[in-house]
């Protein structure tokens, strides 16, 4: 599998504070995607990228933003935290070589605290 | 949007025995991909079982398959010999086929419990 990683693990922040969660994948993976998990809900996709300076949003992007100025770099940014962001999100990643191919690659997740 | 449904939030099963965990799915589509997740309490995500649409046999891995009916739009997870480490949240996931960004969707999850 490819290498992704997240980070940081944990994250502690206040109301009102900007936060900025990294994924860096060491191949050269095509897609990206940000997720985030809550109980009762699964994950849900927040934004996507298909490749450099190319993103777009998910069902639940109000809030965030994202950037990807490499293609090993996908960072989102909670541009003003609120409780409601309080969450795990994970980065993922998708092959895109072959028919057979479509799984997805998560990082370890990122679990962020907004008091 | 494509909806998918996991009706358990929790199941229990005794360690050596099998569980079958269910998860249906709304779409419109003829060719797309399932999957199922395991997520341990170290919160990594990792990948169970694929099945493709196009094809009619089921899927096995191991002491995991899957009972995957399309005109159902039923896709559930036969776990057989359960160990402790079958312990997990468990995530139906699908995603429409094709060289595309099509993103995941994915089921509210269920809970496993595997009794010593």
């Known amino acids: 599998d490819a290498g992704i990683t997240q980070s940081p693990r944990h994250k502690v922040t206040e109301t009102g504070t900007p936060v900025t969660l990294r994924c860096h994948q060491t191949?050269?993976?095509?897609?990206m995607y940000w997720y985030r998990q809550d109980p009762g809900h699964g994950l849900r996709l927040i934004h996507y990228?298909?490749?450099?300076?190319?993103?777009d949003k998910g069902e639940v992007s109000d809030g965030y933003s994202v950037s990807r100025s490499k293609t090993e770099d996908f960072l989102l940014t909670l541009e003003s935290a609120t409780s409601s962001q309080t969450s795990v999100y994970f980065c993922a990643i998708r092959e895109i070589r072959n028919r057979e191919s479509g799984g997805y690659t998560f990082g370890s997740g990122t679990r962020l605290t907004v008091v | 949007a494509q909806t998918v449904t996991q009706s358990q939030p929790e199941m229990s099963v005794q360690e050596a025995e099998t569980v079958t965990l269910s998860c249906t799915y709304d779409?419109?589509?003829?060719?797309?991909?399932l999957f199922w997740y395991k997520q341990p309490p170290s919160r990594q995500m990792i990948l169970v079982i694929r099945?493709?649409?196009?094809?009619?046999q089921n899927a096995t891995e191991n002491r995991f398959s899957v009972n995957f009916q399309k005109a159902a739009k039923s896709f559930s997870l036969k776990i057989s010999d359960s160990q402790l480490g079958d312990a997990a949240m468990y995530f139906c996931a699908y995603r429409s086929a094709g060289n595309t960004g099509n993103q995941f969707y994915f089921g509210t999850g269920t809970s496993l419990t595997v009794i010593p």
């Open positions: 990228s298909y490749g450099v300076k190319d993103t």
């Open positions: 191949e050269n993976h095509r897609y």
């Open positions: 099945q493709e649409a196009y094809k009619q």
């Open positions: 779409t419109s589509e003829s060719d797309y991909y």
